[in-house]
């Protein structure tokens, strides 16, 4: 984040503080118990160091000034600013590299430096901006981010990556000036946003917008955005996302989070979307969650989907999910090729039921807690994946990853395997059993292998990861 302490200038080298060449450097662990070991070899790593061409230096500095920024934020010692004092040719190289003063974070609660924000933008140059601005205070008033918008509404052309996470739904009103300068906008992050049902429309004219991240939205219909253009939504509530998917008409990535329902949801019609390849579901704690998914996947058909998480955070309470959930796949799931299915209510039949509307499934990941009531993974599961065995599904599976409670034995994971690695050395080539209960069984030694009938194809190229537990349940 910015301070409010600026530095006298960005080029300012500081040798009363610190050493600033690498001659002072070692000058200054000379003095040092064995510096004489060690200075040969210091040497060779400043030489070694000093014939780095710049372009990879560049590329060095850009990655740990982006790292440092994603952990940190802005300072009045940012990265950036430390590797001017390192040396003349750093300081050089650094202050000539426009993208290493592009990332710009303000966190308006802490005061931030308007003279360490204009350093910046005169730095970056010409170069696209990455700009994140927070608040997370209840009642900011306008004089707090004024300032701060006065030098940076100029540069909208620049904004190439925005984020906005801003309590107080008067800023977004205060940008009103970018409207129509949005040239460089790609993505858009926006939160706390609640416009008291005027219309926010400055980010409809944005020619490049293609992704989208907006939770704590008012009713969808009060903010303009550019939606028939947009390709990947990372959404909220249930209403906005469902306005989104019917008229976004190029989307190929949605991810639908807590499913918030905060307003009543009006009757609809089916919503039908040819583009969608990926969708993400993740209800969270409450019976409204699972009510929300239940309506949402209820109308929806997504014929391009191949990827497919629904992955609630805890078990869900809504036993009638199943009820939409399957005939949503009966529409979409054609051309599905990853499905992950998290702590579900289904019985194991069906789970299978679903499988069986898959045909082209190549990566499945299933998890069950513990407490599952539903069902154990058992011997029967195994089975219908044998592919020497009648109705076999998921025919082109290549990965299988199962969490939770499970009843097969050796035989019937051995047997899978080997009917499909006879196919063909494509088919199943990883397998994860990871943190399964096999309940009825003792626990044998840490050091013996669950299932040594799979060790055979494991030079052939299969990739096999078990972290398991052994129960005596029954």
């Known amino acids: 984040m910015l301070s409010n302490h600026a530095p006298s200038d960005v080029g300012t080298v500081r040798p009363q503080t610190r050493p600033t060449t690498t001659t002072e450097i070692s000058r200054a662990d000379s003095s040092s118990p064995g510096s004489s070991l060690s200075q040969a070899s210091d040497a060779r790593g400043q030489q070694s160091l000093g014939e780095f061409p710049p372009e990879l230096l560049t590329k060095?500095?850009?990655?740990?000034?982006?790292k440092e920024l994603r952990r940190r934020g802005h300072g009045r010692r940012s990265l950036a600013l430390r590797l001017t004092w390192v040396c003349s040719r750093?300081?050089?190289?650094?202050?000539?590299?426009?993208?290493?003063?592009?990332?710009?974070?303000?966190n308006l609660d802490s005061r931030p430096s308007l003279v360490v924000l204009e350093h910046y933008l005169t730095r970056s140059k010409q170069a696209p901006l990455s700009l994140a601005i927070t608040s997370y205070g209840v009642h900011q008033r306008g004089d707090l981010w004024?300032?701060?918008?006065?030098i940076l509404i100029p540069e909208a052309y620049r904004w190439e990556h925005v984020v906005f996470h801003i309590a107080e739904w008067g800023f977004q009103f205060a940008l009103a000036p970018i409207k129509g300068h949005l040239h460089s906008l790609k993505s858009l992050t926006l939160s706390f946003l609640n416009t008291d049902g005027r219309i926010l429309d400055v980010y409809e004219g944005a020619p490049q917008l293609t992704m989208v991240d907006v939770s704590g939205l008012g009713r969808p219909e009060c903010i303009m955005l550019p939606w028939p253009q947009l390709r990947e939504c990372y959404l909220y509530e249930i209403s906005t996302a469902l306005h989104v998917l019917q008229v976004s008409r190029n989307l190929v990535f949605c991810r639908l989070s807590w499913i918030w329902v905060r307003h009543s949801l009006p009757p609809m019609d089916r919503i039908y979307n040819s583009s969608l390849k990926t969708l993400e579901i993740t209800p969270h704690t409450s019976l409204d969650d699972d009510l929300g998914c239940r309506h949402f996947v209820s109308l929806l058909t997504l014929p391009s989907l191949q990827t497919l998480k629904c992955a609630p955070i805890r078990q869900p309470v809504d036993s009638a999910l199943w009820q939409s959930f399957f005939p949503f796949l009966q529409r979409s799931a054609r051309l599905l090729t990853n499905l992950t299915l998290r702590r579900l209510p289904f019985s194991l039949a069906e789970l299978l039921e679903c499988l069986e509307l898959a045909p082209c499934l190549r990566y499945l990941n299933l998890k069950y807690d513990y407490e599952n009531e539903y069902f154990a993974f058992d011997n029967e599961f195994?089975?219908?994946?044998?592919?020497?065995r009648p109705g076999c599904l998921a025919p082109l599976l290549t990965s299988l990853s199962i969490h939770g409670p499970a009843v097969f034995d050796e035989t019937s994971v051995a047997g899978m395997v080997t009917s499909r690695r006879h196919i063909s050395s494509h088919n199943m080539v990883e397998i994860a059993l990871l943190e399964y209960l096999v309940l009825g069984c003792s626990s044998p030694s840490s050091t013996s292998d669950p299932l040594p009938s799979l060790d055979c194809f494991v030079s052939e190229g299969l990739k096999v990861t078990y972290k398991h537990s052994w129960g005596s349940g029954a």
């Open 60 to 66: 060095i500095f850009a990655a740990v000034v982006d």
């Open 382 to 388: 195994m089975h219908r994946l044998d592919a020497n």
């Open 146 to 150: 004024t300032p701060f918008l006065n």
């Open 90 to 106: 750093w300081r050089g190289i650094v202050l000539d590299t426009p993208h290493l003063w592009s990332r710009i974070q303000l």
